[in-house]
């Protein structure tokens, strides 16, 4: 059986995943939130510029494109951009036809299909061979997928899904170098308190945490006098974060 005509043609442009999010980043003026899926793609988000709009998975395989589809239904008049991995994006293909089945207008997925699974040795991933992301889109019915022939196409597209109807999937194939210059920050006792206080947490646990303006980044100012949480009276002695 011959290849079906609507699919795009696979692109053989090699690029590089740092450029290509850091042309990404630079696009970003109107608080768009980007979720950086797992590994490298994280990594390169970092380095191409922190900003508090940024969620980086970390620790989990392929939930950075469910993460966002529960991000745009929550804030439909928000952009939200999903970077993820072929790799990753291979073990939760079944978003894929969640996403497609919801069809939110404002989310935009790009795929970093290098080929392999770089952060464990760079063993191969089945998209190497065998399994073409966009064709594997398009048959979920996220009929607005495509291959990036190269950079200026990646951008087109880029500016394409800002004004789509439903949800876009865009894919560049990268060179297997790494590009980001550091990994993703992930110190538990800055973080934590900063992801809660995303979160809406009312916990008075968190009440002296104060946010950088320049990094994005929060640091314990001051301390509560009191010995039980205002938001659940969880005793201050534990330290399992209040939820409340």
């Given at each position: 059986?011959?290849?079906?005509?609507?699919?795009?043609?696979?692109?053989?442009?090699?690029?590089?995943?740092?450029?290509?999010?850091?042309?990404?980043?630079?696009?970003?003026?109107?608080?768009?939130?980007?979720?950086?899926?797992?590994?490298?793609?994280?990594?390169?988000?970092?380095?191409?510029?922190?900003?508090?709009?940024?969620?980086?998975?970390?620790?989990?395989?392929?939930?950075?494109?469910?993460?966002?589809?529960?991000?745009?239904?929550?804030?439909?008049?928000?952009?939200?951009?999903?970077?993820?991995?072929?790799?990753?994006?291979?073990?939760?293909?079944?978003?894929?036809?969640?996403?497609?089945?919801?069809?939110?207008?404002?989310?935009?997925?790009?795929?970093?299909?290098?080929?392999?699974?770089?952060?464990?040795?760079?063993?191969?991933?089945?998209?190497?061979?065998?399994?073409?992301?966009?064709?594997?889109?398009?048959?979920?019915?996220?009929?607005?997928?495509?291959?990036?022939?190269d950079e200026e196409d990646f951008e087109r597209l880029i500016e394409q899904s800002m004004s789509a109807a439903g949800p876009a999937l865009g894919v560049p194939a990268l060179g297997v170098a790494r590009t980001a210059p550091a990994?993703?920050?992930?110190?538990?006792?800055?973080?934590?308190?900063?992801?809660?206080?995303?979160?809406?947490?009312?916990?008075?646990?968190?009440?002296?945490?104060?946010?950088?303006?320049?990094?994005?980044?929060?640091?314990?100012?001051?301390?509560?006098?009191?010995?039980?949480?205002?938001?659940?009276?969880?005793?201050?002695a534990k330290p399992d974060v209040c939820f409340a």
């Open positions: 059986m011959s290849k079906s005509s609507h699919i795009p043609a696979r692109n053989t442009k090699v690029m590089n995943r740092f450029d290509l999010t850091s042309k990404l980043v630079a696009r970003l003026k109107n608080q768009e939130a980007v979720i950086g899926g797992i590994g490298n793609t994280n990594f390169d988000l970092w380095a191409a510029g922190h900003r508090p709009q940024n969620f980086y998975m970390l620790g989990s395989m392929g939930l950075a494109f469910p993460i966002a589809l529960g991000v745009a239904l929550a804030q439909p008049k928000r952009r939200i951009f999903a970077l993820e991995g072929d790799g990753s994006l291979l073990m939760q293909l079944g978003s894929l036809s969640t996403i497609a089945t919801l069809a939110p207008n404002n989310l935009t997925m790009v795929v970093m299909d290098n080929g392999v699974y770089q952060i464990t040795g760079a063993q191969p991933t089945p998209a190497a061979a065998v399994s073409d992301i966009v064709a594997i889109a398009i048959g979920c019915g996220l009929s607005n997928s495509a291959w990036a022939a990994a993703t920050g992930r110190n538990p006792t800055v973080t934590s308190p900063l992801i809660m206080r995303r979160c809406g947490s009312r916990c008075a646990r968190w009440a002296g945490w104060t946010t950088s303006a320049s990094t994005g980044l929060s640091a314990l100012t001051a301390t509560s006098a009191t010995s039980t949480c205002a938001g659940c009276r969880c005793p201050r």
